[in-house]
T-cell receptor, first 114, second 114 residues
Framework: NAGVTQTPKFQVLKTGQSMTLQCAQD?????MSWYRQDPGMGLRLIHY???????DQGEVPNGYNVSRSTTEDFPLRLLSAAPSQTSVYFC?????????????FGAGSRLTVL | GESVGLHLPTLSVQEGDNSIINCAYS??????FIWYKQESGKGPQFIID?????DKRQGQRVTVLLNKTVKHLSLQIAATQPGDSAVYFC?????????????FGTGTQLKVEL
């Protein structure tokens, strides 16, 4: 049981480049989300999804796109990377109801934008 | 406004002592409060949660206390061990039309001294 798998673990981009952070979970969780973690600012919600075909914005959605075509996958796209998007990104999933507090996090993807 | 904050950014304790990590919140509408532990280089991991209608909840070596009068949450770790060294985040959960949304605090670094 792999849990939440994020790829890549590390990425360096130049300003203006695009890329996709991949996230996959094998727990049949309905809820998936993306957070970014910056020093002194904790975890901030970027986008989330309560099921396949449904996505919504979180606290800091600008500059990011998501889609949820399957229950398992929730990719995060940066269309035109900016230095302000340098951060560590975490994907997390949970059951939608009941144990919804128990977010299972991936190991993180460290992104540097030059 | 809504905020989840921590009183101390760093807490140092001797091995074997009890640790108390504090958190203040301002959103009375939150229905759950949750503690996560993040070890270096890893994603956050669920520790324990408490429903807003409870004052205390105990787990294995951990106790969470909720004081709704002063909007204060604390995590107590008994007999702190070196493996407890990590950053601890409190989070509050609110139920929205789009599902459960967690807002994280900025984190407290717990250092266990031998």
């Amino acid at each position: 049981n792999a849990g939440v798998t994020q790829t890549p673990k590390f990425q360096v981009l130049k300003t203006g480049q695009s890329m996709t952070l991949q996230c996959a979970q094998d727990m049949n969780h309905e809820y998936m989300s993306w957070y970014r973690q910056d020093p002194g600012m904790g975890l901030r919600l970027i986008h989330y999804s309560v099921g396949a075909g449904i996505t919504d914005q979180g606290e800091v959605p600008n500059g990011y796109n998501v889609s949820r075509s399957t229950t398992e996958d929730f990719p995060l796209r940066l269309l035109s990377a900016a230095p302000s998007q340098t951060s560590v990104y975490f994907c997390a999933s949970s059951q939608r109801t009941g144990g919804a507090n128990v977010l299972t996090f991936g190991a993180g993807s460290r992104l540097t934008v030059l | 406004g809504e905020s989840v904050g921590l009183h101390l950014p760093t807490l140092s304790v001797q091995e074997g002592d009890n640790s108390i990590i504090n958190c203040a919140y301002s959103n009375s509408a939150s229905d759950y409060f949750i503690w996560y532990k993040q070890e270096s280089g890893k994603g956050p991991q669920f520790i324990i949660d408490i429903r807003s209608n409870m004052d205390k909840r105990q787990g294995q070596r951990v106790t969470v206390l909720l004081n709704k009068t002063v909007k204060h949450l604390s995590l107590q770790i008994a007999a702190t061990q070196p493996g407890d060294s990590a950053v601890y985040f409190c989070a509050e959960r609110r139920v929205t039309g789009g599902g459960n949304k967690l807002t994280f605090g900025t984190g407290t670094q717990l250092k266990v001294e031998l």
